[in-house]
């Protein structure tokens, strides 16, 4: 059995909530903050990333620190999923942008992407959180969809364990 390692930034709450939704759908998962856990990502053989995105596409303070360590990791072998949270209303041109920042580090590190989910049912302008007209893994609006994350997360999960 896989072991799973989530790792996510939260500064409200939100994001660390949704870890745990996500968690306690995933066997043999543990959750992280990654401030102060970064050391812990290569003790798994799946890594769930979770970040919110603030402002105008920045990536969420916990983050920042070890944004440039990333592209560093040797992840070749273990599989990567991510899940954003954000707000399709108010930050249209830049919704979820933290998960795609994260991407771009860690796409060269090997790791298999898995977990990617469609666009349908969100309204907003731009992300960097899409690749080939997907979002890079599961996204949630907690602002204006808080009413569809249980059954977002239930149904990406169980996506990633048909993976696994």
């Not at 620190?65 to 560093?72: A, T």
């Amino acid at each position: 059995m896989s072991k799973i390692g989530i790792f996510y930034g939260s500064t409200t709450g939100v994001t660390e909530e949704v870890a745990g939704k996500i968690s306690s759908k995933l066997d043999n998962s543990s959750v992280h903050n990654i401030s102060g856990n970064f050391d812990k990502i290569n003790d798994y053989d799946v890594i769930i990333m979770g970040a919110s995105t603030w402002g105008y596409g920045d990536l969420q303070d916990d983050w920042l620190d070890v944004l440039d360590k990333l592209s560093d990791l040797q992840l070749s072998g273990k599989k990567v999923a991510y899940f954003g949270t954000g707000d399709q209303e108010s930050f249209s041109d830049t919704f979820v942008d933290g998960i795609g920042i994260i991407h771009e580090k860690i796409k060269s590190t090997g790791a298999a992407l898995i977990g990617e989910t469609s666009t349908d049912g969100y309204t907003f302008d731009g992300s960097k959180g899409l690749e080939k007209g997907k979002f890079l893994g599961l996204v949630i609006d907690e602002v204006n969809q808080s009413d569809l994350t249980d059954e977002r997360v239930e149904k990406w999960t169980e996506e990633i364990k048909k993976v696994l």
